[in-house]
């Protein structure tokens, strides 16, 4: 119910999209890790319900088959970006990926993780800054604003920015 009413003001406010954890990647073992194939039929449902397409990170190649026919694109989330395994697998795969920035991860380190995924024949790559791990330690993370800028000039690719990570604890 939470997700299919947040879909619904999410269309209204005029979103193009939605993007939900399935799985999550959690340092903490007993932090919640996401619903997992429980919630398959919950994204299906809300995408029927409001027509928009919908994102979700992969954590595992395994999870291919089963998500082809629940997300419209494949997220590949800032602990999974060095996967190679993972983005060997979506290579492959005809379907966007938003390939998140590693939380320590160097602009090349990205942009290496992005030919991963352009080298094995999948070049639908959308490129996302969150925030990386840096010296401070009061917020979060710290908002690269400064690779927003990089990777729109030197890249092809469409470049989005979730703040998210850097604005605090």
């Excluded at 340092?27 to 919640?32: C, H, Q």
């Excluded at 595992?60 to 060997?88: C, E, W």
Aim: proline content about 4%; glycine content about 8%.
């Amino acid at each position: 119910e939470q997700f299919s009413q947040t879909a619904r003001e999410v269309k209204r406010m005029g979103g193009s999209g939605l993007r939900g954890g399935l799985f999550k990647l959690r340092t903490d073992p007993t932090a919640f890790q996401g619903l997992g194939r429980e919630a398959y039929d919950i994204a299906k449902k809300v995408k029927a319900e409001t027509g928009l397409p919908f994102v979700s990170e992969i954590t595992d190649p395994r999870q291919i088959t089963d998500l082809m026919d629940v997300v419209d694109a494949f997220q590949v989330g800032s602990r999974n970006m060095h996967n190679y395994s993972l983005l060997k697998e979506l290579a492959q795969i005809k379907k966007p990926v938003l390939l998140k920035r590693g939380f320590a991860a160097t602009f090349k380190e990205w942009m290496l993780a992005a030919d991963y995924l352009v080298k094995g024949g999948n070049d639908a790559v959308i490129l996302c800054e969150r925030g990386i791990r840096t010296f401070e330690t009061s917020t979060r993370n710290t908002f690269d604003i400064n690779t927003i800028a990089l990777a729109k000039a030197e890249t092809p690719f469409p470049v989005l920015a979730d703040p998210s990570h850097g604005t605090g604890r």
